[in-house]
Nanobody, 130 residues
């Protein structure tokens, strides 16, 4: 399935950990495929959290770097997001998205804007209490 399906959200205390999972199949027509995690808190704009390309290259928002880890399990067609040292600012609806990569003269990448016309999941809620 090309439309991602998220799981693993829930409630946790500050300092705790959660592991989200995104089940998604790669578009067989794409040479380079990107999967990203995004989040949106009430009253705030959607924020890019982490992205991973077919070659395993990853990018992170500065607010989560060192705390979150995105990876991919090609055998299971899943893209987990391990979230450690959670704080109240991480509370949001988390969405998984998938899209073909963006090609430049330097190669492929997964900028957040490349997901605008991609496939999006329904989201999973993460709530961190202090």
């Amino acid at each position: 399935q090309l439309r991602p399906v998220e799981s693993g959200g829930g409630s946790v205390q500050s300092g705790g950990s959660l592991r989200l999972s995104c089940e998604v199949s790669r578009d067989p027509l794409s040479n380079y495929y990107c999967v990203g995690w995004f989040r949106q808190a009430p009253g705030k704009q959607r924020e890019a959290v982490a992205q991973i390309g077919s070659d395993g290259k990853t990018t992170y928002a500065s607010s989560v770097k060192g705390r979150f880890t995105i990876s991919q399990d090609n055998a299971k067609n899943t893209v987990p997001l391990q979230m450690n040292s959670l704080n109240a600012e991480d509370t949001a609806m988390y969405y998984c998205a998938a899209a073909p990569g963006y090609r430049t003269i330097e190669g492929y990448s997964c900028p957040p804007e490349t997901f605008q016309l991609g496939y999006w999941g329904q989201g999973t809620q993460v709530t961190v209490s202090s």
